[in-house]
Each structure stands twice: as structure tokens, then as C-alpha cells.
């Protein structure tokens, strides 16, 4: 019985081991998303999350959602779309090589945009609105109105709805 203990003990430690490395943190890259309580873009939302927030993968599903775990232990749902995999930084030697971008800099690169094009475009097209631009950025569809659009135009679950 006492040669027991410490075997099952240490196959314990080893099974807890296994599970926090096989654990995938994803990061948030996009400005703003919602932890929601279930896989839908309409879904009760759980927390507010922002770009730069980390996130423990619990579970995924095949249409694109992550059930996931925020460092303050909320549980809920994120899209893919809004996250992704956390890279771990290298760095030479006695050198200070950068080799890994923010995740803001990973999403604006994505769009083949950064704040050098940003200032660049700016400054070429003086007479475009960028206020409606940035007033658009600000738009907020709450998941209410979000279901109603979808079921009235048939999309999403609501596909062949009558």
C-alpha cells in the first residue's frame, strides 16, 4: 500500500503536467470582443475582452468557436476570428532582436495596414472624412438587434427559418 501512494501521486503530477502543456493560451487581436455564454455572435455576453488580453483554450468547436478561460476564471465562448495563438518571443544572444509583433501589429499587418500607412494615406488624402471613418469604429450592435437581422434575413442558425 505505501509503494502505491507515491506512484499514484507521482502519475497525478504527471497527468497535471501533460495537461498545462498540452493548455493553448490565445490572445485577443483584434480591438474589441466578447466572452459570451454560448457559441452565437448573439450570445448573453459573460465579459468584455480587448486586444492584448489572454485567454486559456478549454475546448473548441468544428464552426469556429473556442470555449475558453480568462485568468479572473470566467468561462465562455469566443470566435476564432477574434483570437489567436499565443507566440512565445526569441531572442539572439546578447542581442536585442526583435522577432515577434504585438497583436495589434500582427492584426493591422494582416490588413496590410500599420500607423506608418495609416499617417501615409492620411496625408495623401486630406479630404477624405476619417471621422465617419473613426465614427464607424465606435458602432456598437448589441446581440438582440443581431438576432433579429439574422433571422430576418434567413442567415446563420436561422438558414431556412419560414
Known amino acids: 500500500m505505501?509503494?502505491?501512494i507515491p506512484l499514484i501521486t507521482a502519475l497525478g503530477?504527471?497527468?497535471l503536467f501533460v495537461t498545462l502543456a498540452l493548455a493553448e493560451t490565445l490572445v485577443v487581436k483584434v480591438q474589441s470582443t466578447n466572452l459570451r455564454k454560448t457559441p452565437k455572435f448573439y450570445g448573453a455576453v459573460v465579459?468584455?475582452?480587448k486586444s492584448g488580453d489572454k485567454v486559456e483554450k478549454v475546448a473548441g468547436q468544428p464552426d469556429g468557436w473556442f470555449q475558453v478561460k480568462t485568468a479572473?476564471?470566467?468561462v465562455g465562448w469566443v470566435h476564432s476570428s477574434a483570437v489567436a495563438v499565443q507566440k512565445f518571443s526569441l531572442t539572439a544572444v546578447n542581442a536585442p532582436l526583435k522577432t515577434q509583433a504585438s497583436a495589434d501589429e500582427v492584426a493591422l499587418a494582416g490588413k496590410g495596414f500599420?500607423?506608418?500607412v495609416e499617417e501615409s494615406f492620411r496625408a495623401k488624402n486630406t479630404e477624405a472624412n476619417f471621422a465617419?471613418?473613426?465614427?464607424?469604429q465606435q458602432l456598437k450592435v448589441g446581440p438582440a438587434a443581431l438576432e433579429q437581422f439574422l433571422k430576418q434575413g434567413r442567415l446563420g442558425d436561422f438558414r431556412g427559418a419560414k
Open 2 to 4: 505505501k509503494r502505491r
Open 13 to 15: 503530477l504527471l497527468a
Open 47 to 49: 465579459q468584455a475582452l
Open 72 to 74: 479572473g476564471g470566467a
Open 114 to 116: 500599420n500607423k506608418q
Open 132 to 136: 465617419e471613418v473613426d465614427r464607424l
